[in-house]
């Protein structure tokens, strides 16, 4: 085989150019390496303690179930040994479900428990404070869901008690775990893209649209912090800082559209929404460059529809989250004028972040599977000492998320630009 990169000739069998160190492509190699050349020798298990059992719930719990199953051998095999939820007969329902060892009404019971090793946490936001501070008291892991708390303050006590305990933490920013998106970054971190000048982004969703939707915890302000802007709108805050470096201010304005909504317990009667519906910020960057940030849950039409893009003076690429297989990217001096735009990357090769333990090329993955990269990075982390940053977000990226949050809140409350100060 000879190199396309530089002419010199490769051996069979080697996976590098002897000269230039590029990877070599075999075409169809992941049809026949899907069989694991591994082999399992004293792998130890790892205790999961699950505080919530809803939507993201289940989202996690068929994370730790199908993780050994993709990457094999895996850092250690998850036992869920116990699942937390406020209704007993919902929660022994879910647990026979998922196959979790044990159920219980009391988050407590969890935290304390000597034999879990990792606590999840997936509770309303009101709520990650106290457990995720009481689960680092006792020594355990944790993974809490976003946002991480419901201000800058809380989170900052909780990164504050993490660090104390010296125990891994993980803020689920999930979207990080995306095998298009990591490559994302890695194109931005080597430079392809060179010097940056814009990032925008939007998260858009319909879920909130008929103002007969019941009044939840994620529309009354104590119990979630605010509306788009911290339960979807921080994925982009996140993906922000990740891919294009730290904001430095941001202007804001935050919306609200459905002011009252009717009590699920009696619909005739109606409840006050304190958060916003949408939000939308200009942002400068520390590096100077400039973007702008939207969230909506009153996007007609709008499922899950997140996109993000970023320009720089070498090249361009952009992500639909709707389309999550695929990175597009240009770059501006690899092609002639008359063929020159954008390319579609299908990133599925065993070459492209995460696929190595996946599927042939061509054989996508879903939204759902973010969540076996979760437990697998925090797994192998406890197990092995990894470090979780920078691919996976932490407690110190959910705080500095906060921050910004925060400065949007205000900027939007004030009518001025913020400063955005960790």
Not at 194 to 211: M, S
Not at 349 to 369: A, K
């Amino acid at each position: 085989m000879i190199c396309k990169n530089c002419g010199l000739p490769i051996s069979k069998g080697s996976t590098r150019c002897p000269g230039c160190g590029k990877a070599v492509k075999t075409t169809g190699s992941g049809f026949i390496t899907m069989a694991s050349d591994c082999r399992s020798k004293g792998i130890p298990h790892i205790n999961i303690g699950v505080i919530g059992y809803g939507f993201m719930g289940k989202a996690h719990s068929i994370g730790y179930r199908k993780m050994p199953y993709i990457f094999w051998p895996p850092p250690a095999l998850p036992r869920l040994l116990k699942l937390c939820g406020r209704s007993r007969e919902k929660v022994a329902e879910e647990a026979k479900r998922y196959g979790y060892e044990g159920f219980c009404t009391d988050w407590r019971e969890v935290v304390e428990d000597k034999k879990v090793d990792i606590v999840v946490n997936l509770t309303p936001h009101y709520m990650h404070k106290e457990i995720c501070i009481e689960a680092a008291k006792n020594g355990k892991h944790i993974v809490c869901e976003k946002p991480l708390a419901l201000d800058a303050g809380e989170a900052m006590d909780m990164l504050r008690a993490v660090k104390k305990a010296g125990v891994r933490h993980l803020c689920n920013y999930n979207y990080r775990m995306i095998p298009a998106l990591t490559l994302a970054r890695q194109l931005i971190e080597s430079g392809r893209l060179g010097r940056i000048f814009h990032f925008r982004a939007v998260y858009l969703q319909e879920w909130l649209v008929d103002p007969l939707f019941p009044l939840t915890w994620a529309v009354i302000k104590e119990k979630t912090g605010s509306g788009a802007l911290g339960g979807i709108g921080s994925h982009i805050i996140d993906l922000a800082r990740w891919l294009c470096g730290e904001p430095k201010s941001v202007m804001s304005v935050i919306k609200t559209f459905t002011t009252e909504r009717p009590l699920p317990d009696d619909p005739s009667r109606k409840g006050t929404v304190d958060v916003d519906d949408a939000f939308a910020s200009t942002v400068e960057f520390e590096n100077g460059a400039i973007g702008t940030l939207e969230a909506s849950r009153v996007c007609t039409g709008r499922k899950n529809g997140q996109r993000v893009e970023i320009n720089g003076e070498l090249g361009s690429l952009y992500f639909d989250l709707e389309d999550l297989n695929y990175l597009y990217v240009y770059f501006r001096d690899e092609d002639p004028d008359n063929t020159a735009g954008f390319r579609r990357i299908n990133v599925t090769e065993q070459e492209h972040p995460y696929y190595r333990s996946w599927w042939p090329q061509g054989h996508t993955i879903g939204w759902g599977d973010t969540f076996v990269h979760t437990a697998y990075n925090i797994v192998d982390s406890v197990i092995n000492g990894t470090d979780l940053e920078p691919l996976t977000a932490t407690f110190e990226d959910g705080y500095r998320a906060a921050v910004v949050c925060d400065a949007v809140l205000r900027s939007a409350q004030t009518g001025r630009k913020q400063d955005v100060v960790y």
